[in-house]
């Protein structure tokens, strides 16, 4: 990827559960370059949350070094979104959810989101999704399944924006099959399911990161 950025979309996923051990745990908030997210690691009070924040962290910093970064110190957007301050020009996301932390970088902006399968809840669809989108999902196999997919690729797409939840959902259609607006790159990951979306019209390239 190094050197390449603008010339593809990378996403890789990476299960945080090695950081349940302590040792492995206390090397990664040791190799942690952003000291506001070992602050925020700090202040979570549940073991799982400080995994997924560690796991996003790592997998992040790795991506960027990777996409040609050095200098990786952080700036915020108008938005709240951060970019790298030495290279706005690489585009990069975070995601995580149940076991699963997610990043993504490119040369152009790009969203990421995961979502662990939820069960299927007919008042937050309604309050959430189209009537169009709700009757997609109520006409799926299986409810849940559905759900969780569309949420993902409905996250990705206010992930891509930088808008994140003040720009109503209800706004845009993100059912499958019919993309007009952006390309979505999708992968279920066991009962994890994981969603890239990309104005640039490129699908993105994804797989497995290990840390150590």
Known sequence: MKGGVALSIVC????????????IFRRG????VWPERREK??????DKD?????????LAAAMLREAGAEDLALLLNSDGK???KAR?????????????????????????????????????AERVFLPEEQAWVESSEDCSEAFSRLWARKESVLKLLG?????????????????S????????????????????????????????
């Open 163 to 179: 808008t994140g939840l003040t720009k109503d959902m209800r706004s845009f259609s993100a059912l499958p099959g019919g993309e």
């Open 88 to 124: 706005p020009d690489i585009h990069f996301n975070l995601s995580h959810d149940g076991t699963m932390a997610v990043c993504a970088v490119s040369g152009a902006p790009v969203g990421v989101d995961i979502q662990q399968l939820t069960v299927y809840d007919p008042g937050v």
């Open 12 to 23: 890789r996923f990476f299960d945080v559960s090695p950081l349940a051990d302590e040792e």
């Open 181 to 212: 607006f952006a390309v979505f790159t999708e992968q279920r990951l066991g009962d994890h399911f994981l969603c890239v979306c990309s104005g640039s019209g490129k699908a993105a390239e994804i797989s497995e990161w290990r840390y150590l």
């Open 41 to 46: 690691i700090a202040r979570l009070r549940q």
């Open 29 to 32: 908030i040791g190799e942690l």
């Open 82 to 84: 951060p970019y790298l």
């Open 50 to 58: 400080k995994r997924l924040s560690l796991g996003a962290g790592l």
